[in-house]
């Protein structure tokens, strides 16, 4: 008898970003008081039709040092079906940014929300404003800074909050192939996870940058689908606007000025899901992800990626089938599928309510985890 979604646990975990707070150095690098409402706020439309921008409804602008903001997001999320988030963790060699939430998590057990950790290990640059190569806060390795690092971990993987498969803490990493003796790494969390008293730690490397490698080849157990998939789009996710060669030629013959139109790459939405679904299956274990829209133009002037026409009915058919992939995929207790994001407002993709859709997509996921 087939499996089927209605009979077994989904357990959906929405990625999390910490920045909706100033820190010193964020004060430093982009100004007093910056925080992603920052760019969200100034964001603009950048042709006819164009979402933006994203502003909150319910929970407003918070601020993430305030221990009520956490509560009212736990409880808002578990009344949709969220079992947990997936936070988003910055350690530099020991220096942490935009730790204070996740301290502030770990001391308050009032908040009451499962969660797990993803190491986003990448250097910090001046993307925001387009000066990619502008290394701010760079991401250096070495065996003594990953003791150091398991061991703050473990203080978080010991509270009963911390998601665990078959007793094992799950933890994430955004770029397993940036550090260079990565499987003397996990071997050392692995020992460290045991003396702690663990069975062992649940790894799973994300699949953002480097596909298709075998999480094993890293010490890894499972990988996680980045959604969306920049690097796999595949021929059903075509341009909304015309290809960059025909364009110049257009703009160059009628004497047309660029636009911010034309600066930008817009897709699909429909067209991204149905591409992702269509991915060749993978030979090892492989999380499903989805995203209920996707639009960085807020924090890019030019050079965004924007998937335009999300709609919560789209999403809903979207998150149904990959559960129904995750049923059959996966044993019981690894049923998790990954939702992007929680709260990414500067990149158009966020499960909490905005000014447009109220809670249309919360209740896409209640849609289908209680069907």
Known sequence: MKETVENHSIKAIAIYLPQFHPIPENDMWWGK??????????????????????????????????????????????QYGIHGFCYYHYWFNGKLLL????????????????????????NWTRRWDGFDNQVLQPQQYSIEDDKEHIQYLINFFQDERYIK?????????????????????????????????????????????????DPKLHGFDAGLEFAPDFFDLGSSATYINPTKDKLEKFLHKKKIVRNEYFDNTVYLYSALMETTLAKEERTYKYFRSVCPSWDNSARR???????????????????????????STFRESERFIFINAWNEWGEGCHLEPDQKWGHAYLQAVKNVLNS
């Open 33 to 78: 008081g910056f925080t992603e409402w920052t760019n969200v706020t100034r964001s603009k439309p950048k042709f006819k039709g164009h979402y933006q921008p994203h502003l909150p409804a319910d929970l407003g602008f918070y601020d993430l040092r305030l221990l009520e903001t956490h509560i009212d997001q736990a409880n808002l999320a578990k």
């Open 99 to 122: 730790e204070q939430p996740l301290h502030l998590v770990l001391k308050n057990k009032e908040i009451d929300m499962p969660f797990c950790l993803c190491w986003a290990n990448e």
């Open 165 to 213: 498969i078959d007793g094992k803490p799950v933890f994430l990493m955004y770029r397993s192939e940036s550090h260079p003796d990565i499987n003397t790494a996990v071997d050392i969390w692995r020992e460290q996870a045991k003396l702690a008293g663990f069975p062992d730690l649940f790894l799973i490397r994300v699949e953002n940058f480097e596909k298709n490698i």
């Open 301 to 327: 002037q030019s050079g965004a990626t924007i998937y335009k026409d999300s709609t919560p009915e789209l999403f809903e058919t979207w998150l149904k089938i990959a559960a129904q992939m995750t049923v």
